[in-house]
């Protein structure tokens, strides 16, 4: 991989043995404490796919949380923790302990887990973040007026592929967890994190959080072709989605385009876009970020 350090695994001791477990429910490393881990439970959906899942909070409104592609509850809960009401985390189909079905998949059958984990819970609010968002754009694109108001957090694809260099890192890092090669996948994880954060303890931090992750549960062979797949045939069926939008992208993350949120928030009839001017949004502007979904969905 371009620009990838050579991080010959393991990384520096932290003074702790190193053994994986269950991720931690937290984000990017700051300094500040995580909040505690809750169980999660397993729960069966209507298209018989058993779903994991984690419920925070109690009373109204209740807002679903879509993770992206190789992250899961850990990553989506802290974007919530200002967020009134109950708060539904889950697993995609291929991640965590939720099942993973034979055959590929597309995001039709990502639309079907987030719909089913919403229907259960009586979701009224959704947040999607990259993987997460497309299948939120999909379940919006087959039922316009499933929810009040919604938030798409680096959306990733609509309705044309991605570049070729996107696509490529995002196979690459399939791969290593695949082939576990454990150095493959810190170098491809390690793009992950601003460059002037990479050989500090925070970025280490995020480094092994990542790799207990991801080695621990692995990633379903299913998921190969997602990085060659549309979110919705045309961008045209979500013209007519009743929700309230909010929309964030940022400038120079190759993964997630601004582009691709601004045209999202345009063809959506009520949208508010806000792009950030520096990638690794979670890093730099995580307070702001936290505040900006929060105020919106509450």
Known sequence: MNGALDLRWPPPPDGFPRRYGKPRNSGPSTGKPSPPTLPTEIVNTPHGVRIERMVSGVGEPVTVFAHGLGHGIAETRPLGSGVRGKRVFFQFRGHGDSDSPPGEWDYGDLARDLRAIADLSGATQALGVSLGAGALCRLLAETPDRFEKVVFFLPAVLDRPRPATARARIVELLDAINSGDVTAVANAVVEEIPPSLRNGNAGWAY????????????????????????????????????????????????????????????????????????????????????????????
């Open 207 to 298: 480094v092994r959080q990542r790799i207990n992750n991801l080695m621990n549960t692995g990633l379903s062979s299913g998921l190969l072709k997602l990085p060659d797949q549309v979110a919705v045939p045309s961008v045209d069926l979500l013209r007519d989605v009743t929700a309230e939008a909010l929309v964030i992208g940022c400038v120079g993350d190759e993964l997630h385009p601004s582009r691709v949120a601004t045209e999202l928030a345009e063809v959506l009839p009520n949208a508010r876009l806000h792009i950030y001017s520096r990638p690794s949004v979670l890093w730099h502007e995580r307070l702001d970020l936290r505040e900006r979904v929060s105020t919106f969905l509450n």
